[in-house]
């Protein structure tokens, strides 16, 4: 099995597309609006897993195709939580 069809170390679960999952957003560099979790659907699933989402912000939704795993939630990155 390859590491796009597998998981990665420290991940709990495999990203499928569909799956809802939590993208940490930038935030402004001026500090006015922070970090914060969002509500993201996985569009697409590449080689080592980078995923495509769907962000659903309070003001819109974008898009981006180049998003990595990151289990600390780095800002540019999501994560799979399920509790």
Partial sequence: MSQSASRMP???????VGRIV?????????????S????AIITEVGADLVVGLAVMNPT??????SIRY???GAPGTRWPPRV
């Avoid at 914060?36 to 509500?39: M, V």
């Fill in 36 to 39: 914060e979790p969002r509500a």
């Fill in 70 to 72: 990151d289990a600390d």
């Fill in 60 to 65: 819109g939704m974008f898009f981006n195709r």
């Fill in 10 to 16: 420290g991940m709990e679960q495999t990203p499928t």
């Fill in 22 to 34: 939590h993208y940490q957003s930038y935030g402004s560099p001026g500090g006015e609006y922070r």
